[in-house]
């Protein structure tokens, strides 16, 4: 969408709006696409947060920021954002935006009768920094504050942060993306007038949350799963030094490594449950067996799955070999789970998948990745953790 023509476009899921070209904050596409949000910030809204005039507010992400790593999951219709206090020295809602008040209020107000919802809450849009030159951004969705599985201490969570010495709170969020592919213009003029959100082009599915907090979440399977060395590592200096630091802390003794491997899959799969690490093999691998629970508290049942690591270096990927030995291991209904701090080769990810294995391939940019959203951002941080964790005589 050329620069000119935003003030009237409507807003399309995924669709690449241009910023201008004079090299100031007037190039900024999103002030034109919502007059009277601002420029600046991640928080942009139009209204009053501190007056409860607020009509409705953007969420933007650069997706830079490697300490609060905002996240999109299309295939689950996810977001998680990250708040605006992100160093020490205030109050966790004292921000210059009071975006953390926003985040407190419509969260609350979600979970509250449907006139408070529509009297509380007022639509979140998500715009992205695109991968182009300029102040180019995509647009990602309409969203609403939790999700359909989630608990409310998911929803909205206050983390602790500690930055030279001083500890500070921030918020992380959840958010879904709603199905729906167009956001007209003629809703977005509604809104801005202070008209009923639930007037003038309201789409369907906000509507439908706002009436009776349903969900209907945009949902988009992947349709490739065959990444890249470069998409397996990260792409930043921090993250390579997250991984060189766990090599290192294992150098000498990889096996151990297996350890840290399961505690890496519990912090993305939370229903582990009991898991055995097993003495070394002949052939120098290490073995965990473990469960994963599923239903209710009262009622649940275990699927078993098998676990290898692999403490690789980034040259060195994790070949045929290495996945036919686990998959070996895989017996009827169960799965595996193979963690390397390196890369898979193509082949072993194209025969995966094309053979219907039931295999999760985590590679180093999944390691730190997850490592950041737990809060470990930094070499530091993450030897920290491995030194209480895993220490050497472990």
């Not at 399977?221 to 993250?239: C, E, K, S, V, Y």
């Not at 991984?243 to 490594?257: K, P, Q, S, Y």
């Not at 799965?335 to 590679?363: A, C, K, M, Y």
Request: hydrophobic fraction near 35%.
């Amino acid at each position: 969408m050329a620069f000119s023509d935003l003030g009237t476009a409507d807003l399309v899921v995924d669709a690449l709006y241009a910023g201008g070209t004079r090299g100031n904050s007037g190039d900024d596409p999103m002030s034109r696409l919502i007059p009277g949000i601002g420029n600046q910030g991640g928080f942009r809204y139009a209204g009053s947060p501190a007056k409860g005039t607020v009509k409705l507010v953007v969420l933007y992400t650069s997706g830079d920021d490697v300490d609060w790593p905002d996240h999109l999951d299309m295939q689950t219709g996810t977001f998680t954002y990250y708040g605006d206090n992100k160093k020490p020295g205030q109050d966790l809602h004292s921000t210059p935006r009071s975006g953390n008040a926003l985040l407190r209020d419509a969260f609350a107000a979600s979970h509250g009768t449907t006139a408070e919802r529509a009297a509380g809450v007022r639509p979140f849009f998500l715009f992205e920094k695109a991968d182009t030159p300029g102040r180019s951004v995509r647009f990602r969705g309409l969203l609403a504050p939790g999700g359909p599985s989630m608990t409310s201490d998911d929803e909205l969570a206050a983390i602790w942060r500690a930055t030279a010495g001083h500890r500070f709170q921030n918020y992380r969020s959840q958010f879904t993306v709603l199905d729906h592919a167009t956001i007209p213009r003629t809703w977005i003029q509604h809104l801005l007038t202070g008209g009923n959100p639930l007037e003038g082009g309201c789409p369907d599915v906000w509507r439908t949350w706002i009436n009776g907090r349903v969900y209907r979440p945009l949902l988009a399977p992947a349709t490739t799963t065959i990444r890249t060395r470069a998409a397996q590592l990260p792409n930043d200096p921090a993250g390579t030094a997250m991984l060189e630091t766990i090599r290192e802390h294992f150098r000498g003794r990889e096996h151990d490594f297996e350890h840290c491997a399961v505690a890496i899959w519990r912090l993305m799969a939370p229903n582990t449950g009991a898991v055995d690490v097993t003495r070394p093999s002949r052939d120098g691998g290490r073995d965990a067996i473990g469960t994963y629970t599923l239903g209710p508290t009262a009622n649940r049942i275990a699927i078993d799955f098998a676990l290898e690591a692999k403490c690789y270096a980034p040259t060195t990927s994790v070949g045929v070999r290495d996945v036919s030995r686990l998959i070996s291991r895989i017996r009827h209904r169960n799965f595996g789970v193979l963690v390397t701090t390196s890369h898979f080769h193509t082949q072993v990810q194209q025969e995966v998948q094309e053979d219907g294995h039931p295999i999760s391939l985590i590679s180093g940019r999944d390691i730190t990745d997850t490592l950041r959203q737990q809060g470990h951002t930094t070499a530091a941080a993450v030897q920290q953790w491995l030194t209480q964790s895993f220490p050497p005589s472990y």
